[in-house]
């Protein structure tokens, strides 16, 4: 099922675990788009991330596979070592092409696919984590139609991700931590809404 309204990437790296698991968990169960998570993580070992965050969410999450179709209300966490990709028909791939910015997988890769794939449609999310990871895709992002967030640097444990992609002008909204979740309901509520008036 290809989303119909919005399409949500968090991104995030040093720091990063506490700040999805804050804004995950303030996503209600029946959150209406689909999450696509980056997160930098060791890449010879197991992630129990998916297993984690699930303790801590309403939402389901899991870790992605390569030919699954996203769906709203899942979250779906890049594997160790794998570039994740969606393509226009919602998709899910992934690649172990060359590394990104010294990291795979890589958050410029993840942006940069839903910017070409679903444009306007999609919220780009970066979060607490060191280096610029994610500062190309955004660009793509906003240039597309799309909308970018990113947290602000007094509510970061790390801020050079999140100061990157501020850095391009691409942002349009630096928030709090505490704040990001909220912006994403509402901003997903009113694409709900206007879908609803166009279907009547």
């Not at 029946?30 to 998570?37: G, I, K, S």
């Not at 919220?123 to 947290?151: E, F, P, Y």
């Not at 999140?162 to 909204?173: E, S, Y």
């Amino acid at each position: 099922m290809v989303p119909a309204s919005r399409v949500v990437a968090l991104a995030a790296s040093a720091g990063g675990l506490a700040a999805l698991s804050r804004v995950l968990s303030e996503l209600p169960a029946e959150f209406p788009a689909p999450v696509l998570v980056v997160q930098h993580l060791d890449r010879h070992h197991r992630s129990w991330m998916a297993e984690i965050l699930s303790r801590r969410v309403q939402l389901e999450v899991r870790q992605a596979q390569g030919g699954e179709v996203m769906r709203p209300g899942m979250v779906y966490i890049a594997p160790p070592d794998r570039h994740l990709l969606v393509n226009p028909q919602g998709v899910l791939s992934l690649s172990d092409a060359a590394l990104v910015r010294y990291v795979r997988p890589s958050a410029d890769l993840l942006f940069s696919s839903l910017a070409a794939s679903f444009g306007p449609q999609v919220i780009a999310v970066v979060l607490s984590g060191s280096g610029r990871d994610g500062a190309d895709g955004v660009v793509d992002v906003k240039t597309q139609g799309g909308t970018v967030i990113a947290q602000d640097e007094a509510s970061s444990e790390f801020f050079g991700m999140p100061g990157a992609a501020i850095g391009t002008g691409a942002v349009d909204r630096v928030l709090p931590l505490v704040e990001i979740a909220a912006a994403l309901r509402e901003i997903t509520e009113i694409t709900e809404l206007a879908a609803d008036g166009e279907e009547r």
